[in-house]
């Protein structure tokens, strides 16, 4: 996941840059998307009302090195109960319900693709990757 949210940078750049106390979420979630975020516009989160089943899932990251993370485990979402529509990118919460909270890091998918009623989305273990270089 290439890219961070605003608030997330600026957080960065004030504990880094001004000794302005950091407190990171205690724990991140994954969340899709049918349209991307950008470091200031939240995108569109795939919709969770009806029968879709979507919610989001939690991620854990091994160490960092040599600048980047990749999630630990291997993570499948739940199968759709209605389409999700095309699911283009990826995003980590600090909240595990859709629609809330803030998505800290985003970037897209390798492959966009539909979700229908019945599919699912799965990530293998070192799929996700957050980069800081």
Request: net charge neutral; aromatic share 10%.
């Amino acid at each position: 996941m290439p890219s961070k949210n605003e608030i997330l940078a600026n957080s960065i750049l004030n504990a880094v840059l001004r000794g302005v106390t950091y407190v990171p979420p205690t724990a991140l979630w994954v969340g899709l998307f049918t349209t991307m975020p950008t470091a200031v516009s939240p995108g569109i989160e795939v919709m969770t009302a009806g029968a879709t089943l979507y919610n989001r899932i939690r991620v854990i990251f091994n160490a960092p090195v040599g600048g980047s993370s990749a999630n630990t485990f291997a993570l499948s979402f739940p199968t759709a109960g209605a389409p999700w529509g095309i699911i283009t990118s990826a995003g980590l919460f600090d909240t595990d319900t859709p629609g809330t909270g803030t998505c800290q890091y985003f970037g897209p998918l390798a492959v966009s693709g539909l979700v229908g009623a019945g599919g699912t989305v799965r990530f293998d273990v070192g799929a996700l990757v957050v980069s800081e270089v």
